[in-house]
């Protein structure tokens, strides 16, 4: 019993930890009788995506820390009525790594950095106090996203 025990907190400790990062989810907007979050139509997003914009989701249920993003540079097969989709995120502090929930997605143009990816530090700041809470939890503007600089959003 013991030699088991020791077998299996051994494997443990040589296992990645267990994370959903860059995998697919569906955006969401806030329900406004507060029910279920709603799915972003596919038409939503690709009629703003001409700005070269990135989209947060928070309260996605397809991810453990409820935010899908979607980057500028997402693409998709999706039909315009289809919901919109993007990758599980979650927040992070400048300069930390964010390793994928499948390390081959850790190169290339699927690697996750930490970035800004919403606002300046000062402006997200300001709209949190402003309104009492335009971003519920959000405190900084650091989330693991697709391409860009940390110093995006400044």
Do not use: H
Not at 81 to 88: H, N, Q, R, T, V
């Amino acid at each position: 019993m013991k030699a088991a025990l020791v077998l299996l907190a051994v494997a443990f400790v040589g296992c990645k930890p267990a994370t959903d990062l860059n995998q697919r989810c569906s955006l969401v907007k806030r329900n406004p009788d507060g029910g279920k979050p709603l799915s972003i139509a596919e038409r939503d997003v690709r009629n703003a995506q001409g700005a070269n914009k990135d989209f947060i989701a928070i309260g996605s249920l397809d991810c453990e820390d409820l935010i899908c993003v979607r980057d500028s540079a997402f693409t998709t097969d999706s039909g315009l009525d289809d919901p919109a989709e993007g990758y599980c995120s979650r927040q992070c502090q400048q300069g930390t790594s964010c390793p994928s929930y499948d390390e081959n997605l850790d190169r290339g143009q699927k690697a996750l950095n930490c970035r800004a990816l919403l606002l300046s530090q000062e402006t997200l700041a300001a709209l949190t106090s402003s309104d009492g809470g335009a971003f519920p939890g959000v405190r900084d503007p650091y989330f693991c996203a697709r391409g860009g600089s940390a110093d995006a959003g400044n």
